[in-house]
């Protein structure tokens, strides 16, 4: 698939990875923010979980049309103008009360993340070499999950000093960093260069359907299907920690920044391995491994006795969740046309977000009648049971791709040796 043709932007990356690290940053403080005013006003699972499917919802609902506008508008006219948007949302958003406004607001705000996401994903690869791409994939990753790390700790030192309004107001300003963004980055996508002619040819009509790549279903699914297993761990995890535990803000931030800590170091130790697997199929078999390794770690996080315990178990639990996410933007890469990348990462970003919103229902569910710790032990059962139930899916899946880029290589050389035997015997 059709990478840069020339030296890798990287000038053009270190510009996208700050941009992302600080947008990020500004995204978890305001989540972390509202999350735990919520939870210090007496709000129970539900009202956590409703404000998380509110963040969520608009990812998943308008990923069909911001994927189609990534791919057809000028990158440069969407990071400026959906930067500028939601600084404004985010400066509302600190001074609405009424929890009806605040929703509406969250959900707003998500919309232009919907917008600035397949953006952002699609540019990356426009901007390097095939073999640089692991490396250029795990600095933005870096990036996001640095500022997804400092963000939950930040949140918990400001909320307990200032209230919710000054982180909100804090992140409202970390989205000009995408308006910089949009007007420093050379490398751009969509609008009149999406028609441009290439070596004198007119760019044919795209024709890129995930159904007709098997792999790529099946990397989408299997994902989906493990985030919706354990994704109530995302809501149950503040009632664990801060009441069944009894932490501080400030330890509950330190605790979930971990789990991004690991998400970093391990973007960078399996960015080395991708640039060794050639092989789609074995990046899909690792990727299904890797999401074990989360589900054991969400499993183990249910026994400690202490939140400072947590440390080193989500440490590892981030690790493997880092090099699944490096697995799966390099198949994206790999497999899908240029001019669909967008559309693409939108697709897998709304099925992964899907599956998070029902866990996110189902651990607001929960909690009303039962209690946080054996609610974190059914989360890393349930995720294991899923790992285990798509594994013959994923095992098919690649032995069905090995099979046809088989059957490809021999009929390739059958049409070569053809060719050249018509070269040997003499026409009449």
Do not use: K
Request: glycine letters at 12%; one cysteine or more.
């Amino acid at each position: 698939m059709s990478f840069t043709s020339g030296p890798s932007r990287w000038s053009d990356v270190w510009i996208t990875t700050a941009a992302r690290g600080v947008s990020t940053c500004g995204d978890f403080l305001a989540a972390s923010a509202l999350t735990l005013a919520l939870q210090s006003a007496g709000a129970g699972g539900l009202a956590v979980s409703g404000l998380l499917l509110a963040a969520t919802l608009p990812l998943v609902a308008l990923a069909p049309l911001t994927g189609r506008l990534a791919d057809r508008v000028d990158s440069r006219l969407l990071l400026v103008a959906a930067g500028l948007a939601q600084a404004g949302i985010c400066l509302a958003l600190a001074y609405a009360g009424h929890p009806a406004l605040v929703i509406g607001l969250v959900a707003l705000l998500a919309a232009g993340l919907a917008v600035i996401q397949p953006v952002l994903s699609a540019l990356v690869p426009a901007m390097v070499r095939a073999e640089d791409l692991p490396r250029a994939s795990a600095l933005n990753q870096t990036a996001g999950t640095l500022g997804a790390l400092a963000g939950p700790a930040l949140a918990g030192v400001l909320v307990g000093e200032f209230g919710s309004r000054v982180p909100l107001l804090i992140d409202a300003g970390s989205y000009l960093a995408l308006v910089a963004a949009g007007l420093l980055i050379c490398t751009r996508r969509g609008g009149a260069r999406r028609a441009e002619p290439t070596e004198g040819h007119a760019t044919p009509a795209t024709t890129w359907r995930l159904r007709r790549d098997p792999l790529l279903v099946v990397m989408v699914g299997t994902l989906a299907a493990v985030v919706a297993a354990v994704g109530a761990i995302n809501v149950v995890e503040v009632f664990f920690i801060r009441e069944t535990l009894g932490s501080s803000t400030t330890l509950y931030g330190l605790v979930t920044g971990s789990w991004t800590l690991g998400v970093v170091v391990g973007g960078w130790l399996f960015a080395r391995l991708a640039r060794r697997l050639a092989d789609d199929g074995a990046l899909l078999g690792a990727g299904l491994a890797l999401l074990g390794g989360c589900c054991l770690a969400v499993l183990a996080s249910a026994a400690v006795p202490a939140a400072s315990l947590l440390v080193p178990i989500w440490l590892a639990g981030g690790v493997a969740n880092g090099g699944d996410n490096v697995f799966n933007n390099l198949l994206l890469a790999r497999r899908v046309p240029e001019a669909d990348r967008a559309r693409a990462f939108a697709v897998f970003g709304a099925a992964v977000q899907g599956a998070g919103m029902a866990g996110f229902l189902v651990g607001g569910l929960l909690l009303e009648v039962a209690a946080p710790r054996p609610l974190v032990a059914g989360c890393g059962v349930a995720g294991l049971l899923m790992v285990a139930a798509v594994a013959l899916p994923v095992r098919r899946a690649v032995r069905a791709e090995r099979a046809a880029r088989l059957t490809a290589v021999s009929g390739a050389g059958r049409i070569e040796a053809g060719a050249e035997l018509a070269t040997l015997v003499p026409t009449r």
